[in-house]
């Protein structure tokens, strides 16, 4: 692995710098106890990856989650496909959690509504107890049939389906140092494929491992990986701050790496979605909050992901007028883009208004999020299925990941 060490090195020595890694720890910690943030509006985004098939979200009734130790160990086969994933943070007010209620733990929700903890993923680790922070993502393939986690066990990542229990592990280790405090994971349909990014852009190698031929091609660290080819040759990612851009890299699989990478900076600042089915759009929501109106939406756009050009600007209808907040995620087919939302308060509002942690369960209160499907021609939206975790952060739906 020498020539990786030594290609990783150049990308890391020539990587920007970020100024407000700091800053972006700091909100993720505090927010994630209070309920949503302006930063988990920016949450990146799952796509289709250029495939067509329909994900099925179904509406969620309160689950096992919610009632003490009622929620098992996932099962070691014989699962069936996924409606989407949350992470459990737990704030008890005697220091210790209840026996249901893991730490920084995956918990994943099948399609017909069964809830399982996911024992095998490392937890993550939050700020408020005094042991710093490290993420620990985890992706969920387009068809819901297969997940890719960090395993503790194993050092590194792990791709397992969930029907038949067979399990594929990285060629490499990968020191649980390396995941940073903002992790991102994206799961080619297949299963063959996956892509780890994460921010702030350390040092530390970002990869794409081939599962199946058992090799490593590194990535650009800092950028979030939202679109890749069938054949892995390809990837598309973002980046939110400190500016919008998007970054196209091809012949990722050949012997040279050099000129094979467009990037683009964007004049506006963007939350954006996945990569399109067509494989070379994206869409975005325009950020337009200022300290005044901080949650002040905008329209949805359509851009060219290797020029940046705007190719179509729409209004979204339909949603509620208190929804503020919206996370582009998963594609539903070529013209609708699944919208994740939740009514937010724009003002901060007093600290004793505060719910405070949910002191019969021992986790922090739970946020329904709606999911709509957004017609990107139209703008026009539709209710498909609610979920329920505990911010933005902290939920995954079937596809990979994008920029926050």
């Not at 094979?260 to 506006?268: E, G, I, K, R, Y």
């Not at 019969?360 to 957004?374: F, I, L, N, R, W």
Request: proline share 8%.
């Amino acid at each position: 692995m020498t020539w990786l060490r030594g290609v990783l090195n150049d990308l890391a020595d020539d990587s920007p710098e970020v100024d407000l890694a700091e800053q972006t720890i700091n909100i993720y910690e505090r927010r994630r106890q209070t309920g949503i943030s302006l930063v988990a509006a920016a949450l990146v985004v799952v796509t289709a990856l250029g495939a067509t098939a329909v994900v099925r979200l179904l509406p969620t009734q309160p689950d096992a989650a919610t009632s003490p130790g009622m929620v098992a160990d996932l099962p070691t086969r014989g699962v069936g496909p996924l409606s989407y994933a949350y992470k459990t943070f737990c704030q008890p007010d005697d220091g210790k959690a209840p026996p249901h209620c893991r730490e920084g733990g995956w918990r994943v929700v099948t399609q017909t509504g069964g809830t399982y903890h996911v024992p095998q993923a490392l937890p993550s680790l939050s700020a408020y107890r005094g042991v710093g922070l490290r993420d620990s993502p985890l992706a969920i393939s387009q068809d819901g049939r297969k997940i890719a986690y960090y395993s503790a066990k194993e050092s590194t990542f792990v791709v397992r389906d969930l029907a038949s229990g067979e399990q594929l592990t990285a060629p490499t280790k990968i020191p649980e140092a390396w995941l940073g405090s903002i992790s991102h994971l994206l799961l080619s349909g297949d299963g063959r494929f996956l892509a780890f990014t994460k921010n702030p852009a350390l040092k530390d190698p970002a990869m794409l491992i081939d599962m199946r031929e058992r090799m490593v091609r590194p990535l650009p660290n800092g950028w979030s990986p939202i679109g890749l080819s069938g054949d892995g040759n390809t990837i598309t990612l973002a980046e939110y701050a400190p500016k919008s851009r998007l970054q196209t890299i091809s012949r990722l699989w050949t012997t040279s790496t050099a000129s094979n990478a467009t990037t683009v900076d964007l004049s506006q600042s963007y939350f954006f979605s996945p990569l399109a089915p067509d494989g070379k759009t994206v869409m975005a929501i325009e950020n337009r909050s200022t300290p005044s109106d901080p949650c002040r939406k905008g329209d949805l756009v359509r851009l060219d992901v290797r020029t940046g050009k705007a190719l179509q600007t729409v209004t979204v209808s339909g949603l509620p007028a208190d929804v503020h907040q919206i996370s582009l995620r998963t594609w539903l087919n070529a013209t609708e883009v699944t919208a994740l939302t939740t009514p937010t308060r724009c003002r901060p509002a007093p600290e004793q208004d505060d719910p405070g942690p949910l002191k019969e369960q021992g986790d922090p209160p739970y946020v329904t999020m709606t999911a709509y499907a957004v017609n990107i021609k139209t703008g026009k939206a539709r209710q498909i299925a609610t979920h329920t975790a505990q911010s933005f952060f902290d939920i995954v739906l079937p596809g990979p990941t994008g920029a926050f």
